[in-house]
């Protein structure tokens, strides 16, 4: 089964270390990543969160484009709760304008953090406490309005236009890990990504069934699904669980309210789990994809074959930017070897 490569990024902060640098170190891989021949490169979105710096995805989008020759740049994602509709459109369209036909926007219905950090964000307190998916459908509505499909005759925004004029919004996936993204992206004829790194679901439902109801649009004339997975290819399984370490901890430390920067293998390894903690630690290992190159390859094809993914998109995340950069360098070059050998 044929696929592509892409990458996907939070800009991890690790203890020692600052968040100005881990944006550095970002795009120091979008680099890495153009030179090796990935399909595209995502950011995040993130607020309150020690351990992660990339809270303004479509602030980095720019300096990753203008980084970077050929590879596709977006947004994995926008989460729309957190933004008005006709601002998420101009900065887009202003990002279309600079970089034509390079630019992707990935869109969630989830705020992706906390409700109190949600509710500032969007300067509401009566916000506190919901979900803010509950309001996708008009806002995603208002988006695609504001994008292009105009409003009816009689909508307040009706003679509102978003700036700069007839730039058009660039291809939209919709983000997810339920079928709900799913069966409203093949409705529309939209991109359907699957956040396989952080859910325990197994997407293959959701992703077949994406393709199987999907139905033709000026952007996609056909099913586009991108699977994302939390991938560390080491030297050996030993060295690979060693990376690994850092990012298990932090897990922990985040899913017991207690979210740090990412620490050391030094002393995630050294840590003494209690029993919660390690059942939340194991539970984080058995999302992961980790070892040496010929198992990782083994690995992402087998699920790429299960899902019928058409793009792998890999996140790596580990204490050591060094350690980072040669992981996505032992992937490219292992699914390079294998494509010679096929």
Same mark, same amino acid.
């Given at each position: 089964?044929?696929?592509?490569?892409?990458?996907?990024?939070?800009?991890?902060?690790?203890?020692?270390?600052?968040?100005?640098?881990?944006? %550095?170190?970002?795009?120091?891989?979008?680099?890495?990543?153009?030179?090796?021949?990935?399909?595209?490169?995502?950011?995040?979105?993130?607020?309150?969160?020690?351990?992660?710096?990339?809270?303004?995805?479509?602030?980095?989008?720019?300096?990753?484009?203008?980084?970077?020759?050929?590879? %596709?740049?977006?947004?994995?994602?926008?989460?729309?709760?957190?933004?008005?509709?006709?601002?998420?459109?101009?900065?887009?369209?202003?990002? %279309?304008?600079?970089?034509?036909?390079?630019?992707?926007?990935?869109?969630?219905?989830?705020?992706?953090?906390?409700?109190?950090?949600?509710?500032?964000?969007?300067?509401?307190?009566?916000?506190?406490?919901?979900?803010?998916?509950?309001?996708?459908?008009?806002?995603?509505?208002?988006?695609?309005?504001?994008?292009?499909?105009?409003?009816?005759?009689?909508?307040?925004?009706?003679?509102?236009?978003?700036?700069?004029?007839?730039?058009?919004?660039?291809?939209?996936?919709?983000?997810?890990?339920?079928?709900?993204?799913?069966?409203?992206?093949?409705?529309?004829?939209?991109?359907?990504?699957?956040?396989?790194?952080?859910?325990?679901?197994?997407?293959?439902?959701?992703?077949?069934?994406?393709?199987?109801?999907?139905?033709?649009?000026?952007?996609?004339?056909?099913?586009?699904?991108?699977?994302?997975?939390?991938?560390?290819?080491?030297?050996?399984?030993?060295?690979?669980?060693?990376?690994?370490?850092?990012?298990?901890?932090?897990?922990?430390?985040?899913?017991?309210?207690?979210?740090?920067?990412?620490?050391?293998?030094?002393?995630?390894m050294v840590h003494q789990y209690t029993p919660f903690e390690?059942?939340?630690?194991?539970?984080?290992?058995?999302? %992961?994809?980790?070892?040496?190159?010929?198992?990782?390859?083994?690995?992402?094809?087998?699920?790429?074959?299960?899902?019928?993914?058409?793009?792998?998109?890999?996140?790596?995340?580990?204490?050591?930017?060094?350690?980072?950069?040669?992981?996505?360098?032992?992937?490219?070059?292992?699914?390079?070897?294998?494509?010679?050998?096929?």
């Amino acid at each position: 089964m044929e696929f592509k490569l892409s990458v996907l990024d939070v800009s991890p902060v690790s203890s020692g270390s600052s968040g100005a640098q881990a944006l %550095q170190n970002t795009l120091d891989l979008a680099r890495l990543a153009d030179r090796l021949g990935y399909e595209r490169y995502w950011l995040a979105e993130h607020h309150n969160l020690p351990s992660i710096a990339s809270s303004s995805p479509e602030v980095m989008i720019g300096h990753v484009a203008s980084a970077t020759e050929r590879i %596709q740049v977006g947004a994995g994602g926008i989460m729309l709760p957190n933004h008005a509709p006709l601002k998420v459109v101009e900065t887009f369209n202003v990002l %279309q304008a600079l970089h034509p036909g390079r630019i992707d926007l990935g869109i969630g219905r989830a705020p992706g953090t906390d409700p109190v950090t949600a509710s500032a964000l969007r300067r509401s307190k009566d916000t506190i406490g919901a979900a803010g998916a509950d309001d996708f459908p008009q806002q995603f509505g208002e988006m695609l309005a504001f994008g292009g499909d105009g409003f009816p005759e009689d909508h307040p925004y009706r003679s509102l236009v978003a700036m700069p004029q007839e730039i058009g919004l660039p291809p939209i996936w919709l983000l997810g890990s339920s079928g709900y993204s799913a069966k409203a992206a093949a409705q529309m004829g939209l991109g359907y990504a699957f956040a396989s790194h952080f859910s325990p679901s197994d997407p293959t439902p959701f992703m077949r069934s994406y393709r199987e109801d999907f139905e033709p649009s000026e952007s996609f004339d056909k099913p586009s699904a991108i699977l994302a997975v939390s991938v560390i290819c080491g030297e050996d399984e030993e060295h690979a669980r060693m990376l690994a370490s850092s990012m298990q901890l932090g897990w922990v430390r985040m899913r017991s309210g207690k979210p740090s920067p990412l620490p050391s293998p030094e002393e995630a390894m050294v840590h003494q789990y209690t029993p919660f903690e390690r059942q939340l630690a194991d539970a984080y290992l058995s999302m %992961q994809i980790m070892g040496d190159t010929e198992s990782v390859r083994g690995r992402i094809e087998e699920i790429a074959e299960h899902t019928g993914a058409d793009e792998i998109m890999v996140t790596t995340n580990v204490y050591d930017h060094g350690e980072r950069l040669r992981s996505y360098e032992r992937l490219a070059e292992v699914f390079e070897a294998a494509s010679l050998r096929s």
